[in-house]
């Protein structure tokens, strides 16, 4: 197993290494092995911070082995979770987070100290077999060892990977077509790899783990693991987005208001108290670039940029936890006369506001 197989899970040779390992995931379930809580891990900052990366906070680096095999833990693990949209988060945050990494690994030197596990381009195109397909645009300057600006890649793969829905400037109709070829720019060639990786990692997902003996066995030996990421995500589908002219916090349920007092004081919320906060202010309505004017500035990036997770515009948003799931999580606190009538945070700020306007409307007709 190389480094490079741990960076970069989902190629072909890194599939290959785990099955010449012989490992049995099973065992490594079983025995509760490193790479079991860093395939929970995996999943859990996924769904909920749209990154597969270890957390930052971790004081030592995981073993090639562990991070390895974490990968396929992780697949198992999102397949049994069984939540609407947790396949494609999921799957975009192996492919976000392997973007970001190409994007170092493109621009690193050849005498670069870590060069055993970073991948170039071409390893890139090889993976895909794109290396046929995607031709580098001559520098003008030959003499210049500059990667280049510019790509041709051939009109099926540019259809294959690229998504209008990605803006006009993908368009066939607004590219520059020579020879069968699509011009691009380095950039975009490598959002074009981005997705290539997403659709690879989503490939398959979700399987059956249950209906076999072994299969069985495996599923609820992490049934705990699983557990916990359903009541975290708490989700039966979609949120239901409660849009009002304007959202005034003083609608918001008493736990909810508990949770934003905390942000504001410039406390890192645990994740389970995080995602609750980030999942109702979209929910709500809010777009990301308005909470930081409800939390203040001392948290405002970190609860940004899960925002941005839950509020992606393919519909596939988680719904904040119910009111059960925030008792379960001692998140649930403060609780007034209004809490007893209803069962889900949503239900209470919508309630509320309603409230508010009848009253309001009611002094107005006096």
Same mark, same amino acid.
């Given at each position: 197993?190389?480094?490079?197989?741990?960076?970069?899970?989902?190629?072909?040779?890194?599939?290959?290494?785990?099955?010449?390992?012989?490992?049995?995931?099973?065992?490594?379930?079983?025995?509760?092995?490193?790479?079991?809580?860093?395939?929970?891990?995996?999943?859990?900052?996924?769904?909920?911070?749209?990154?597969?990366?270890?957390?930052?906070?971790?004081?030592?680096?995981?073993?090639?082995?562990?991070?390895?095999?974490?990968?396929?833990?992780?697949?198992?693990?999102?397949?049994?979770?069984?939540?609407?949209? +947790?396949? /494609?988060?999921?799957?975009?945050? $192996? !492919?976000?987070? =392997?973007?970001?990494?190409? *994007?170092?690994? &493109? #621009? +690193?030197? /050849?005498?670069?100290?870590?060069? $055993? !596990?970073?991948? =170039?381009?071409?390893?890139? *195109?090889?993976? &895909? #077999?794109?290396?046929?397909?995607?031709?580098?645009?001559?520098?003008?300057?030959?003499?210049?060892?500059?990667?280049?600006?510019?790509?041709?890649?051939?009109?099926?793969?540019?259809?294959?990977?690229?998504?209008?829905?990605?803006?006009?400037?993908?368009?066939?109709?607004?590219?520059?077509?020579?020879?069968?070829?699509?011009?691009?720019?380095?950039?975009?060639?490598?959002?074009?790899?981005?997705?290539?990786?997403?659709?690879?990692?989503?490939?398959?997902?979700?399987?059956?783990?249950?209906?076999?003996?072994?299969?069985?066995?495996?599923?609820?030996?992490?049934?705990?693991?699983?557990?916990?990421?359903?009541?975290?995500?708490?989700?039966?589908?979609?949120?239901?987005?409660?849009?009002?002219?304007?959202?005034?916090?003083?609608?918001?349920?008493?736990?909810?208001?508990?949770?934003?007092?905390?942000?504001?004081?410039?406390?890192?919320?645990?994740?389970?108290?995080?995602?609750?906060?980030?999942?109702?202010?979209?929910?709500?309505?809010?777009?990301?670039?308005?909470?930081?004017?409800?939390?203040?500035?001392?948290?405002?990036?970190?609860?940004?940029?899960?925002?941005?997770?839950?509020?992606?515009?393919?519909?596939?948003?988680?719904?904040?936890?119910?009111?059960?799931?925030?008792?379960?999580?001692?998140?649930?606190?403060?609780?007034?006369?209004?809490?007893?009538?209803?069962?889900?945070?949503?239900?209470?700020?919508?309630?509320?506001?309603?409230?508010?306007?009848?009253?309001?409307?009611?002094?107005?007709?006096?």
């Amino acid at each position: 197993m190389r480094p490079l197989h741990a960076r970069y899970p989902f190629f072909a040779a890194a599939r290959e290494a785990v099955e010449s390992a012989d490992v049995a995931i099973a065992t490594l379930v079983a025995e509760d092995a490193p790479a079991v809580e860093r395939g929970v891990e995996r999943v859990e900052r996924a769904l909920m911070e749209g990154t597969v990366e270890p957390d930052p906070g971790e004081a030592y680096p995981r073993e090639t082995k562990t991070e390895l095999l974490s990968y396929p833990i992780s697949r198992i693990i999102v397949s049994l979770v069984e939540t609407p949209a +947790a396949v /494609d988060k999921y799957a975009r945050a $192996e !492919a976000d987070t =392997s973007y970001e990494r190409m *994007l170092a690994d &493109f #621009d +690193a030197g /050849d005498d670069d100290v870590h060069g $055993e !596990a970073r991948a =170039s381009l071409d390893d890139f *195109l090889r993976e &895909f #077999d794109l290396d046929g397909a995607v031709r580098a645009e001559s520098n003008r300057n030959r003499n210049s060892r500059r990667a280049p600006d510019n790509y041709w890649v051939d009109v099926g793969p540019y259809l294959t990977y690229s998504d209008t829905d990605w803006g006009a400037d993908w368009r066939l109709v607004n590219r520059s077509l020579a020879d069968g070829a699509v011009r691009v720019t380095r950039e975009e060639l490598s959002e074009l790899l981005r997705e290539a990786v997403r659709r690879r990692v989503a490939e398959g997902l979700p399987f059956a783990v249950r209906g076999s003996d072994a299969g069985d066995r495996l599923a609820d030996a992490l049934k705990p693991h699983v557990e916990r990421l359903r009541n975290l995500l708490s989700d039966r589908g979609a949120v239901n987005v409660v849009y009002v002219d304007a959202v005034d916090p003083d609608h918001f349920p008493p736990c909810v208001e508990a949770l934003l007092a905390r942000a504001r004081e410039g406390e890192s919320l645990p994740n389970e108290a995080a995602f609750a906060l980030a999942a109702f202010l979209v929910g709500v309505g809010l777009d990301p670039d308005e909470v930081g004017g409800v939390v203040g500035d001392e948290t405002a990036e970190a609860l940004q940029k899960r925002a941005t997770v839950l509020a992606d515009s393919s519909g596939s948003q988680y719904a904040p936890p119910t009111c059960e799931t925030m008792q379960a999580y001692d998140l649930c606190v403060n609780r007034d006369d209004r809490c007893d009538t209803i069962k889900h945070p949503m239900n209470y700020f919508e309630t509320a506001t309603n409230d508010a306007d009848a009253d309001a409307a009611d002094e107005a007709a006096d």
